[in-house]
């Protein structure tokens, strides 16, 4: 059987957008740690790199 989308994530949101807010909110809880952020989507750390290069994320500053 199918698996239930996640409550917070519309049926009607494109691939590379929930991609890209999951990227921007693990970057978030990691406080710009790429690293520990890799580790925690669990892909390599320079495939992160590349995905923030495409979707124009920055790591999270304290200002924030």
Same mark, same amino acid.
């Given at each position: 059987?199918?698996? !239930?989308?996640?409550? %917070?994530? *519309?049926?009607?949101? *494109?691939?590379? =957008?929930?991609? #890209?807010? !999951?990227? =921007?909110? @693990?970057?978030? #809880? @990691? ?12 892909? %390599?750390?320079? @495939?992160?790199?590349?995905?923030? =290069?495409?979707?124009?994320?920055? #790591?999270?500053? =304290?200002?924030?």
């Amino acid at each position: 059987p199918p698996r !239930a989308a996640p409550a %917070d994530i *519309p049926d009607d949101q *494109p691939l590379r =957008e929930i991609e #890209r807010r !999951a990227i =921007e909110a @693990t970057l978030r #809880r @990691t406080a710009g740690n790429v690293k520990a952020a890799a580790a925690s989507l669990q892909i %390599d750390r320079s @495939t992160l790199y590349d995905k923030m =290069e495409r979707y124009g994320l920055s #790591r999270p500053t =304290e200002a924030q």
